[in-house]
């Protein structure tokens, strides 16, 4: 498995699709909802994990929030690959970027299910922040890089 920007169109709507697949319809969020506005931004590292045979398993994203802070958005490891590392390598990846751009600190807003997940990443609860589609609780958490 390796962790690499995606490049080619095919990769780009498999990146989309396993968003959507993971992070909208489980909640039957119309297809498009995956998208954020800041997707094409220059600006916006996208991180897409490649099993050995070029299937995409995991994606995530980063963009700067503040000068000195990065937020991560979007992380989606492939069901029949959660808890195997491939969500820490996407997150890994990440970190190294904003290190690279001189951030000093990576923020993001967790649902409950993914606290422990970050929390083993070295970040902490920071305080409850919004509830997504009426029924997640997020949290947002801190890390100092
Ligand atoms: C949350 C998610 C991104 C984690 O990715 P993953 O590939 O499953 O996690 P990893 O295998 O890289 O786990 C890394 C470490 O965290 C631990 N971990 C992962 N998920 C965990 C959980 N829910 N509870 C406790 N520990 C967890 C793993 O055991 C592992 O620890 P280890 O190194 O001691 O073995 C992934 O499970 C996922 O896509 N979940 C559904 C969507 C989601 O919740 N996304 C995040 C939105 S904020």
């Known amino acids: 498995m390796r962790v690499t920007a995606p490049q080619s169109p095919a990769e780009w709507a498999a990146y989309y699709q396993l968003r959507y697949q993971v992070l909208?319809?489980?909640?039957l969020q119309p297809p498009g909802s995956e998208h954020a506005?800041?997707?094409?931004?220059?600006?916006?590292?996208?991180a897409a994990a490649l099993a050995e045979d070029g299937t995409l398993v995991g994606v995530g994203r980063l963009h700067?929030?503040?000068?000195?802070q990065g937020?991560?958005?979007?992380?989606?490891?492939?069901?029949?690959?959660?808890?195997?590392?491939?969500?820490?390598?996407?997150?890994?990846?990440?970190?190294a970027?904003?290190?690279?751009r001189g951030l000093t600190e990576c923020v993001l807003h967790a649902r409950a299910a993914a606290v422990p997940f970050y929390e083993r990443?070295?970040?902490?609860?920071?305080?409850?922040?919004?509830?997504?589609?009426?029924s997640i609780p997020h949290f947002l958490m801190q890390k100092p890089l």
Do not use: I, K, N
Request: aromatic share 10%; charged share 15%; proline share 8%.
């Open 24 to 27: 909208r319809a489980p909640w």
């Open 64 to 68: 700067a929030a503040t000068a000195a």
């Open 37 to 46: 506005p800041d997707d094409e931004d220059p600006a916006t590292c996208h």
């Open 71 to 95: 937020q991560v958005r979007f992380m989606a490891v492939h069901p029949a690959w959660q808890g195997q590392g491939v969500g820490q390598a996407v997150l890994t990846y990440l970190e």
């Open 121 to 134: 990443a070295g970040y902490a609860v920071v305080a409850p922040s919004h509830t997504l589609f009426g």
């Open 97 to 100: 970027e904003a290190r690279h």
